[in-house]
């Protein structure tokens, strides 16, 4: 079946400006989850979704950072006010059995 | 706090040779270990998991993974290694009732021929 998908997949904004990244999980997983990569590091927790509410949100970096999750499926990540340290790839995943979390393609945000 | 350690930032070895990626972990309880494949430009994939059980647990591409608790490791192995498996490895532990991943900081492979 589909596996997770995001968009877009490369993301170039200016300095201040918004960004919306969006996800949507494997059919039928009740979990989802976003993490960060910035280059050459490993990946870092943002948000944990169980349904449509956020359990864990303890590793969104500031409150520039927020996510919505809608009909148990799509969620949104949305930076506001993008600053340059925000540049990384954002990785969504879900689960279904619980811990064993698939990964999307990621979205790879620019800020110039 | 949970923390997961990839001491090997980068490895190479030749191909056919064997390979074991090392994975210490920090956790109090017992823990959901994972190793991930993250090759250039392509996702994460999954590799294999340990979650109870047998402490030697296979995964895909011929790679297996042994728990110990006393050594608080999970290191990672191929008898041998393809030109194919170069690559960026991750290893992961499962944290908190919501399962979040905590990720080491990966250990690039390159395969020389």
């Known amino acids: 079946g589909a596996g997770v998908s995001q968009s877009p997949s490369n993301k170039v904004t200016e300095k201040g400006k918004d960004v919306e990244l969006r996800c949507d999980p494997i059919?039928?997983?009740?979990?989802l989850y976003w993490y960060r990569q910035r280059l050459g590091q490993g990946l870092e927790f943002l948000i944990y979704?169980?349904?449509?509410?956020?359990?864990?949100k303890s590793g969104l970096p500031s409150d520039r950072f927020s996510a919505e999750r809608t009909g148990e499926s799509v969620s949104t990540l949305t930076i506001q006010r993008t600053q340059q340290e925000d540049s990384a790839v954002y990785l969504c995943?879900?689960?279904?059995?619980?811990?064993?979390?698939?990964f999307g393609p990621g979205t790879r945000l620019t800020v110039t | 706090a949970q923390s997961v350690t990839q001491p090997d930032i980068h490895i190479t070895v030749s191909e056919g040779a064997s390979l074991e990626l090392r994975c210490n972990y920090s956790?109090?309880?017992?823990?959901?270990l994972f190793w991930y494949v993250q090759s250039p430009g392509q996702g994460l994939q999954l590799l294999l998991k340990?979650?109870?059980?047998?402490?030697l647990v296979q995964g895909i591409k011929g790679f297996e993974a042994e728990f110990k608790r006393s050594q608080s490791s999970f290191n990672l192995r191929k008898p041998s290694v393809h030109w194919s498996d170069a690559a960026e490895y991750f290893c992961?532990?499962?944290?908190?009732?919501?399962?979040?991943?905590?990720f080491g900081q990966g250990t690039e492979l390159s395969v020389k021929p």
């Open positions: 956790y109090g309880a017992t823990p959901y």
């Open positions: 979704f169980q349904g449509n509410s956020a359990p864990d």
């Open positions: 992961a532990v499962g944290a908190g009732q919501g399962g979040k991943l905590i």
């Open positions: 340990y979650f109870s059980g047998d402490t």
């Open positions: 059919s039928g997983h009740t979990a």
């Open positions: 995943a879900s689960s279904l059995v619980f811990h064993e979390q698939y």
